[in-house]
């Protein structure tokens, strides 16, 4: 996979996932636009340790819709064109409904939506039209294992990734004849900074026991496969939704 003068838009890409495909990108010869929400400590470390040169940092709050249509505006004036857009960025929070208030549970289902949903398709909207303007494009969406297993302490976040499932498959027919491919990574527990501070060991230990090969995801793994959905090569798998979950949860 080469993607040499290409232009690479991912949200969310300041840590975590987002920063392994921001770098897996950069090595490919990508041009990469790093959103991030608020640290701009760790986005300025992401952005310096990306190899190649271009590349640039877009500070947005997707939750925000206007944000969206500013984000992808900005891209395309610092880059020139949108060639890959990656919707990486997602919150989960927690909401047990046996356990929380209503106030808490209506605002987890809202936050939930306004980022892992409403943002993406807000950005699939001014992404897919700056795509066809040039010609066409690849959008590749981050979603979860939970969209088909079911997320029963998270259920707004398992509801907001088979959304997104759907959508992105809606998508996939639709933007086919304005070349634009459109696929979605579901990845399983993924070892991220995040999830080496959150865990305690005997949650770790649990996690660890979901998958036959003992461990979780690297975030690099992930990469691999948007990479893959992002290239031209992988024209024809539009409207795929990878699973990259260690065979945890088989569907
Ligand atoms: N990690 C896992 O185990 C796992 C498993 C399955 C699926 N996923 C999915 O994979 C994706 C990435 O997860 P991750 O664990 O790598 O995330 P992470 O480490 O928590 O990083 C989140 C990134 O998203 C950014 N972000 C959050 N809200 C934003 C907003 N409203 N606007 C712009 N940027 C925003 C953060 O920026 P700031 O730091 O500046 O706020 C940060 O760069 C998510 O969609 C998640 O649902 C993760």
Not at 219 to 237: D, G, K, N, T
Request: with cysteine; glycine share 8%.
């Amino acid at each position: 996979m080469d993607f040499t003068g290409k232009n690479v838009l991912i949200t969310g890409a300041s840590r975590g996932i987002g920063k392994a495909t921001a770098m897996a990108f950069a090595k490919k010869g990508a041009k990469v636009g790093i959103n991030y929400r608020s640290n701009d400590e760790v986005a300025q470390q992401t952005l310096a340790a990306l190899p190649g040169e271009g590349h640039q940092l877009f500070k947005r709050d997707i939750s925000q819709k206007t944000e969206t249509e500013a984000l992808i505006n900005d891209f395309v004036k610092e880059f020139g064109q949108l060639d890959v857009l990656v919707n990486n960025a997602g919150i989960s929070i927690f909401h047990e409904i046996d356990k929380v208030d209503f106030d808490h549970w209506t605002n987890a289902w809202e936050k939930t939506f306004e980022t892992n949903l409403f943002a993406v398709a807000n950005l699939c909207y001014w992404g897919a039209k700056a795509m066809m303007e040039t010609g066409g494009g690849h959008i590749v969406s981050v979603s979860s294992r939970g969209a088909f297993r079911g997320e029963p302490t998270k259920p707004a976040y398992g509801a907001s990734k088979a959304a997104l499932n759907s959508m992105s498959q809606s998508l996939a027919k639709k933007l086919a004849p304005h070349n634009i491919y459109v696929g979605v990574v579901a990845p399983g527990f993924t070892e991220t900074e995040m999830a080496k501070e959150t865990l305690t060991p005997a949650e770790r230990e649990n996690l660890l026991r979901e998958s036959p090969f003992k461990r979780m995801a690297q975030p690099e793994e992930v990469a691999h496969a948007i990479l893959f959905l992002a290239s031209s090569e992988a024209a024809y798998s539009s409207g795929t939704i990878i699973d990259v979950n260690g065979a945890s949860y088989l569907r």
